[in-house]
């Protein structure tokens, strides 16, 4: 891996640890000489045909259907994908939020792309999404993924258990990984793991 590659995992990383996307809304109240009164804005609305001050009728929703559901899930995991490939942080970021804000429905292909994707990013990139939830459901992928071949994934794999420590149904589920991880403390090849290790470690003993 070149050290281009090892800067976009670590700063990518970063990025995630931030809050994600953050979407500012602004109201403006106007008053006085250039304020805006009730007969102006009545003035401004864009009557139809019909009169009824809508300018036509609103789009019929479509309900969502299993396979539309899946479609959407493995599109957006495509554009995921794609944007860390191509170091497209502000995708990155956006996606995150995305997957957090709907666990249920993003979690089991996040969980796979943790697992198998070909690509040590992603799999990084996809462990530290799955942390950010908290869930202790996920303690045994995390344990397993403390043997990935990948350090950044096996440092974030270990990230996530000290996640779990943030109550006792996470902490008794990351304490199955104990051994684990004091393994990894003490014979990581990787020092940014052991030092992850070491931590994770504090939280659960």
Not at 170 to 193: F, I, N, S, T, Y
């Amino acid at each position: 891996m070149s050290k281009g590659d090892k800067r976009w995992i670590i700063t990518g990383l970063a990025v995630a640890l931030a809050t994600g996307a953050a979407l500012a809304v602004r109201h403006t109240t106007q008053s006085g000489r250039g304020g805006v009164n009730a007969d102006q804005a009545r003035t401004a609305i864009n009557f139809g045909a019909s009169g009824s001050g809508l300018a036509g009728e609103p789009p019929a929703v479509v309900p969502e259907t299993p396979e539309s559901i899946e479609a959407e899930v493995e599109a957006s995991l495509a554009a995921w994908r794609n944007a860390i490939l191509a170091r497209d942080a502000d995708t990155v970021v956006a996606r995150d939020a995305a997957f957090q804000a709907s666990p249920k429905r993003y979690g089991a292909a996040l969980r796979k792309s943790a697992s198998t994707d070909a690509d040590e990013r992603v799999r990084a990139f996809s462990t530290r999404v799955l942390g950010k939830l908290k869930d202790p459901a996920l303690a045994g992928l995390y344990k397993e993924l403390l043997a990935d071949k990948s350090p950044f994934v096996r440092q974030n794999a270990a990230w996530a258990l000290g996640e779990l420590a943030t109550d006792a149904d996470g902490r008794a589920a990351a304490r199955h990984a104990v051994a684990e991880l004091r393994r990894a403390r003490a014979k990581d090849p990787a020092p940014d793991v052991r030092a992850v290790a070491k931590g994770t470690l504090a939280r659960l003993e």
